[in-house]
């Protein structure tokens, strides 16, 4: 009998015989990575076979994998939230769905899936945020949470000019997405010149956050979507496929968590947590370079939501360039703030040197 396709695996993961004793109906939602499965209490995340610049999904090996680093990663921020890697079988030409403990079986392991325990929507951060129901001591429980994780998260070592390289190859993959002609989006020529500036001025204070130990292996992808303002807050969806990516400074998370709160319509929330994260870290970090996180993330998340245009069949094509344009012109304003407060520090007479060449340099892809 022939091997199942994508189709089938579908098929049966959106039908009740997947989630036997979960009552209800399933619920799908495709994401640009995954589909998930939502019936009862459970969740199933099913990732696709693709492969990227940033990932590789496209073996069954690589996404076992990857379901095992999911479950093992999010054990730090969501404990109990995530039970169990599952085999999809196919076994006599019906599929089945095995926990760790039921393996070895006679049937063939076709994929692997993520099983999670349900949270309630009411309560995410973007709901909440949505709702008008987010309090400063809402905020201060997630920060407590979120500094005991970086305290314990393994330190990066890396040497300071391969950290600026890697943030010079990020530009340039930005670059690459936000200057393709079919975009036209307006300021983002802008953007990507002044943060190459930026990082250019504010290189000497990157270095030091490599060289002084800032660098944790952390969460990867801190959205409001991921969440949960439970007692006490629980964040799900760590980035399980790069560990590079989760390679991050804690400040940078807590400017980027903000910045989506802000874009959502709560901009007070960055503040706390950056403040609140830095009193507890005992950083002391500047203006600009907070600045700097914020220009990057935003150029980070339009990229994101260009990225959507690529795929063969992009999900509602309409929503995502004026997405991005947002983030661009947030980039702009963060770039502003940058240039006020560089030129507080100088005057006209006495310009400062750079302190790296030109954006141009280190550009030979």
């Not at 393996?103 to 008008?132: E, F, I, S, Y």
Request: charged share 25%; aromatic share 6%.
């Amino acid at each position: 009998m022939s091997m199942p396709d994508l189709n089938a695996k579908l098929e049966f993961l959106r039908s009740a015989r997947a989630f036997a004793g979960a009552g209800g109906p399933v619920e799908s939602i495709e994401t640009h990575m995954s589909w998930v499965f939502i019936a009862g209490d459970r969740v199933l995340k099913l990732k696709k076979p693709v492969r990227h610049e940033y990932l590789d999904f496209s073996t069954l090996q690589a996404r076992e994998f990857c379901c095992r680093e999911e479950l093992r990663l999010n054990e730090r921020l969501a404990p109990g939230v995530y039970l169990d890697v599952l085999a999809l079988q196919w076994h006599e030409g019906s599929f089945a769905l095995l926990r760790s403990g039921q393996l070895p079986a006679p049937g063939q392991t076709v994929d692997w899936l993520v099983l999670m325990r349900r949270l309630p929507a009411q309560h995410m951060l973007d709901r909440r945020v949505a709702a008008g129901r987010v309090t400063p001591a809402d905020i201060d429980a997630l920060l407590r949470v979120l500094v005991s994780f970086y305290r314990r998260a393994p330190g990066v070592e890396i040497d300071p000019q391969a950290y600026l390289q890697r943030l010079r190859r990020e530009q340039l993959t930005n670059r690459r997405v936000l200057l393709d002609p079919r975009w036209q989006l307006p300021g983002s020529t802008a953007a990507l010149d002044r943060t190459d500036a930026a990082q250019c001025h504010l290189a000497p204070t990157l270095s030091a956050c490599a060289e002084q130990g800032h660098l944790r292996d952390g969460h990867g992808d801190l959205r409001p979507e991921h969440v949960c303002l439970l007692q006490p807050p629980l964040v799900i969806d760590c980035l399980e496929f790069n560990a590079t990516l989760r390679q991050v400074d804690p400040l940078d998370e807590m400017v980027g968590l903000g910045l989506e709160c802000e874009m959502l319509g709560a901009p007070w929330i960055q503040r706390q947590l950056v403040d609140g994260c830095a009193e507890a870290l005992r950083r002391q970090p500047s203006a600009a370079l907070l600045h700097l996180y914020t220009a990057q993330r935003a150029l980070l998340r339009a990229r994101l939501a260009l990225a959507h245009l690529l795929d063969p069949v992009p999900r509602s094509p309409e929503k995502w360039p004026p997405k991005a344009q947002r983030y661009i012109e947030r980039a702009n304003l963060a770039l502003d703030a940058i240039d006020a407060w560089h030129a507080g520090l100088t005057t006209s007479a006495d310009p400062p040197s750079p302190v790296c060449a030109g954006p141009g340099d280190d550009r030979k892809s």
